[in-house]
């Protein structure tokens, strides 16, 4: 006799992911990509803030990573740091009454992913922060401020490495919500990695391979004071007699650039076509995911304030000297390729000679789950949970 078998229907679990700025998309997008393999058991909804809404700093990352048009649409926009955050709260918490999700899903560090953490705190909604723990230990910057309040308030604490967890111990956060799962951003970068490579990007603004140095730069702390900026370009324009210096450009430090009148100091480039000049700085616009992934992969080596560039390079390992006082990052010096400067154009002229001429130490290694499954153990981690709602 056949015995009658029972399937018990499981709830699927309810995921609401955000991204909002461009160094969110690379994280969310393999996130992304895996729930989609996962529609018998996750209903997901995907939230963009608008934080950052011009084709170059958003639209473009959506069509290279392969990600879908988001659900919901926030459109909050520019703004002060009170006024992003609060429009982002104000309309998150409308999308978490209507769709109720048991988790939301939000990375790194930038003002949507508190205000969108805030939001999902209040009303009871557990949390999942991804790159989690990272710490510059300089409150003036806003990222800090970010990153603290959101990993205070997080249930799911995921790590990238051991540093992280170890700052999370020390301000007390219980090891029960601490999970080690690797850079989720180094998911991205290997998934995209041979494709960006085949583009040559280059030869589009006539460089060639392992001959020219790339720079970026958009923290208040380096753009929004004149002086600091002109002791960077500076230093950049002397580099640029030995090799050709491109610059792609964040808006803000474009906008800065002109009102302290050192617009002299580049050559604006609007298309391939501007020939690079002997002491400028080549200025581009900001580029797409994949066409800096392969201007990335073929520098003779990258100056940069950013925090995802330090780990792209370490994956990279391509050399990458980092013009800040601080890093929330430094696994990437410890173990990787980067070098941090300060706030200072001597040791930027220094370092860049030792890697022009050979003798730069650092050839770095890939950190521990660095490793291209982090969006796997993410879910496979949420899935196990329980979601009762707090409180
Ligand atoms: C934000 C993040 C920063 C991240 C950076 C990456 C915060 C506090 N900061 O800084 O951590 O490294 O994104 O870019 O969240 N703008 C445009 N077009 C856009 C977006 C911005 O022109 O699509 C201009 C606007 O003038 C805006 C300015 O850039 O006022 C700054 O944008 P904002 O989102 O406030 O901060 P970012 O400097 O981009």
Known sequence: MNTPRFHRRKKKLKVIVVAGARPNFMKVA??????????????????????????????????????????????????THGEQTAGVLLAFEKILF??????????GDVNSTLACALAASKLGIKIAHIEAGLRSFDRSMPEEINRIMTDKISDFLFTPSRDADRNLIKEGVARSKIFFVGNIMADSLLAHRAQAQSLHAEKTFGLTKNNYILVTA???????????????????SQLSRNQPVVFPMHPRTKSTLASFGLTGLVTLASSGNTPYVRGKVLALEPLGYLPFLSLMASAS???????????????????????????????????????????????????????????????????????????????????????SYKS
């Not at 995907?46 to 069509?63: A, C, K, L, P, W």
């Not at 958009?218 to 950049?236: F, I």
Request: aromatic share 6%; net charge positive.
């Open 30 to 79: 393999p996130l992304i990509r895996q729930i989609r393999l996962m529609k018998a058991r996750i209903e997901l909804k995907f939230v963009h803030t608008g934080q950052h809404y011009d084709r170059n700093m958003s639209g473009i990352f959506f069509e290279e990573l392969g990600m879908p048009r988001p659900d919901m649409h926030l459109g909050v926009g520019s703004g």
């Open 301 to 387: 080596f990258v100056i940069t304030d950013s925090g995802g560039i330090q780990e792209e390079t370490t994956i990279l390992k391509v050399p990458c000297l980092t013009f800040r006082e601080t890093t929330e990052r430094p696994i990437t010096v410890t173990q990787g390729t980067n070098t941090v400067l300060g706030l200072n154009q001597n040791r930027l002229l220094k370092e860049s000679k030792k890697i022009l001429n050979g003798t730069y130490k650092k050839t770095g290694r890939i950190p521990e789950l660095w490793d291209g499954r982090t969006a796997q153990r993410i879910l496979r981690i949420l899935l196990k949970q329980n979601y």
């Open 98 to 107: 209507s769709f109720r999700p048991d988790v939301v899903v939000v990375v």
């Open 218 to 236: 958009h923290r208040p702390a380096t753009v929004d004071t004149k002086e600091t900026l002109h002791k960077l370009l500076q230093g950049l």
